[in-house]
Nanobody, 117 residues
Framework: QVQLVESGGGLVQPGGSLNLSCAVS????????MTWYRQAPGKEREFVAT???????DYADSVKGRFTVSRTNAKNTMYLQMNALKPEDTGVYYC???????????WGQGTQVTVSS
């Protein structure tokens, strides 16, 4: 059974930092790219960052230069280091492998990130 467990969110002031984790099970983690999405209340889920099998990253323009995605295959875990946080980074952050390997509408519980002074 696939499990996606996001953690590390919290309340932080603008300009602060957080490090999110995504621990997975139920599939061969090292053989798939992994992606972070986020969703603010009343808005669509949006792409944040992705990391390929070999560790090559890609980012949404809105977070480029501030966020760093990484993975540790031995721990079946992906990370998102978030620096210079802005209020518009607020939302629930979700992780996922390629959607095609999951049941429809399958997501983890997400982790809440709130950036506010």
């Amino acid at each position: 059974q696939v499990q996606l467990v996001e953690s590390g969110g919290g309340l932080v002031q603008p300009g602060g930092s957080l490090n999110l984790s995504c621990a997975v099970s139920g599939f061969t983690f090292s053989r798939y790219s992994m992606t972070w999405y986020r969703q603010a209340p009343g808005k669509e889920r949006e792409f944040v960052a992705t990391i390929g099998i070999s560790g090559y990253p890609d980012y949404a323009d809105s977070v480029k230069g501030r966020f760093t995605v990484s993975r540790t295959n031995a721990k079946n875990t992906m990370y998102l280091q978030m620096n210079a946080l802005k209020p518009e980074d607020t939302g629930v952050y979700y992780c996922t492998p390629p959607r095609s390997i999951l049941p429809e509408n399958f997501w983890g519980q997400g982790t809440q990130v709130t950036v506010s002074s």
